[in-house]
C-alpha cells in the first residue's frame, strides 16, 4: 500500500476540498493508497517519514513554509505541486507588484476597517516574496487549476501510485474550445459585465480571453459557459511567459485599438495567475538582489 | 578600470535596415563594434520574450529597427512591435529598468546614415545610464 499525504502552505485551502470533491470515488482511491498526513480529514500534526507521494498545496510565502517545504522534500519520494498557487504563484503572486513593506502597511495600518493597527514584529516567521515552491526545491509534477479537477488529481494519485510515467497536456484551451479560433480583430475592448454574443469567440468580441497562452485539460469549461479565461492552468508546454505571450497575441490582433494599459493594469489580466514565475519578477528579483 | 563599454542588441529587418547596413558595409562604412546585430525576416517576429530575455541575459539596450510606416512586406508586422515596445517600455520602468534602455525606430531600405545616427546616439545615450544592473560584474570587468 502506497502512502499520501496532502501538505499545505500559504493557500485557502481550495485545493484541498477539490481532492475531497472525487465523491464516492475516494473509496477507490482509498483501495490503492494509504492518506497519512491531511489537516482537513486526519489529526495528524507531523509529516510521517517516508511517504511515497506528497501534494503540496500552496505556494511560499513565508520563513514557516520554507522549512515545512524542504521537509516534505526530504521525506517524499514524489513531490507533486497542487494547484496554481503551487504551480506558479497564484492569485498572491500579483502582490509581488509592490513592496513588501507596503504592502504589510496596508494590510494592517490603513484598511479602512482598521483602528490603530500595528504590524506584528515578535514570535511571526519571517515575510518573504510570494513564489512557487520550484524556486525551492525539485517537483517531479505539477496539477496546475484553481482548483484542479477532482478527476484529474484521482488520475495522477492513482498512476504515479502503480508507478507509470505522466506527460502534461500540449496543446491549449483554444484547441478545445468549441468557439473557434478569432476570425476577425476586435473593434473595442468589452469588460466581463457586458453580455458576450453567443457562439463566437470571446477574443474575437473583444475580451480578454487567455485561452491562446493557456495550458489545455479542463475542457474549457469557462469559454462554453460565456465568460473569458483567465488562465489559471499556467503557460502552455512552449509558452516560456504567460503574459508576454498574451501581449503579443493582443498586439497581432488588437495593435490599434488597445490605448491605456500599464503593468499594473494589464497584469490582473495578463498574469493573474502566474505573476510569480514570470520573467518580470525574475527581473525584479535580480535588480533587488543587486541593490542588497 | 575599465571604460564601460555598452552591449547593444540590435534587431534589423531583413528588408529595410539590414539592407541599407549590407551596402554600407560594402563600402567600408564602419558602425560601432559593440552593438550585436541580428537579422529578422520582419520586426514583427521580435516577441516580447525576446526582448525581456536579452535584458534578463545582461544586454544594456535592445534597438530595433523596422521598415517605414506603410512599407511592412507583411502588412503590419512593424506596427505591432512598436506597440509591443511602447508597453514593454511602461513595463521596463515599472520594474526599475528603465524604459530608455529600449528603442525603435521605422526606417527606410536606403537611409544607412540615419541608421548609424541612431546607433551612435542610443549608444552614447545607453553609456550615460550606466551598464545593466541585471549583469553579473565578471563581464565587464
Do not use: W
Not at chain 1, 209 to 233: E, H, S
Request: charged share 25%; glycine share 8%.
Amino acid at each position: 500500500m502506497k502512502k499520501l499525504a496532502i501538505v499545505s502552505l500559504m493557500s485557502d485551502g481550495g485545493c484541498h476540498v477539490a481532492f475531497l470533491d472525487m465523491h464516492e470515488n475516494i473509496l477507490k482511491l482509498l483501495q490503492n493508497v494509504e492518506l497519512v498526513h491531511s489537516y482537513m480529514v486526519l489529526d495528524v500534526k507531523r509529516i510521517p517519514d517516508s511517504v511515497d507521494v506528497i501534494l503540496v498545496e500552496g505556494g511560499v510565502r513565508t520563513s514557516h513554509d520554507i522549512e515545512v517545504l524542504k521537509e516534505a522534500r526530504r521525506k517524499a519520494k514524489i513531490l507533486v505541486a497542487l494547484g496554481s498557487c503551487a504551480c506558479f504563484g497564484g492569485i498572491p503572486g500579483l502582490s509581488n507588484l509592490f513592496d513588501l513593506y507596503s504592502s504589510l502597511k496596508y494590510v494592517y495600518e490603513k484598511t479602512p476597517t482598521i483602528i490603530k493597527g500595528v504590524i506584528p514584529r515578535e514570535n511571526v516567521p519571517e515575510v518573504v516574496r510570494v513564489s512557487p515552491i520550484s524556486r525551492y526545491v525539485k517537483v517531479d509534477f505539477q496539477i496546475p487549476g484553481c482548483p484542479p479537477e477532482s478527476k484529474e488529481i484521482m488520475e495522477v494519485i492513482l498512476s504515479l501510485a502503480k508507478g507509470e510515467k505522466l506527460t502534461q497536456p500540449t496543446k491549449t484551451v483554444c484547441d478545445e474550445c468549441p468557439l473557434g479560433p478569432p476570425r476577425k480583430k476586435p473593434s473595442r475592448l468589452r469588460r466581463i459585465f457586458e453580455p458576450p454574443k453567443p457562439n463566437t469567440c470571446l477574443l474575437e468580441q473583444g475580451y480578454f480571453c487567455m485561452g491562446p497562452v493557456t495550458r489545455a485539460g479542463c475542457g474549457a469549461k469557462c469559454p462554453r459557459a460565456g465568460i473569458p479565461c483567465d488562465g489559471c492552468r499556467g503557460p502552455a508546454s512552449k509558452v516560456l511567459d504567460q503574459g508576454a505571450a498574451m501581449l503579443n497575441t493582443l498586439a497581432t490582433i488588437a495593435y490599434n485599438t488597445i490605448k491605456d494599459f500599464n503593468l499594473r493594469t494589464y497584469s490582473v489580466y495578463f498574469y493573474k495567475y502566474s505573476f510569480a514565475s514570470s520573467l518580470i519578477e525574475d527581473l525584479i528579483r535580480k535588480i533587488q538582489g543587486e541593490k542588497k | 578600470m575599465k571604460e564601460f563599454k555598452p552591449l547593444i542588441l540590435a534587431f534589423l529587418c531583413e528588408n529595410s535596415a539590414y539592407r541599407a547596413i549590407d551596402v554600407a558595409c560594402m563600402r567600408k562604412i564602419s558602425y560601432l563594434e559593440s552593438i550585436r546585430v541580428i537579422k529578422v525576416p520582419c520586426s514583427g517576429r521580435i516577441s516580447s520574450t525576446h526582448i525581456l530575455q536579452a535584458f534578463s541575459n545582461g544586454a544594456d539596450g535592445v534597438i530595433i529597427f523596422g521598415c517605414l510606416k506603410g512599407g511592412c512586406n507583411f502588412v503590419d508586422g512593424n506596427l505591432r512591435t512598436q506597440f509591443r515596445v511602447k508597453k514593454l517600455k511602461e513595463t521596463l520602468d515599472t520594474v526599475g529598468l528603465g524604459g530608455d534602455r529600449l528603442e525603435m525606430y521605422l526606417v527606410g531600405f536606403c537611409e544607412a546614415g540615419k541608421i548609424l545616427k541612431y546607433m551612435n546616439d542610443f549608444y552614447m545615450k545607453i553609456k550615460e545610464i550606466g551598464p545593466n544592473p541585471l549583469k553579473s560584474k565578471e563581464v565587464f570587468k
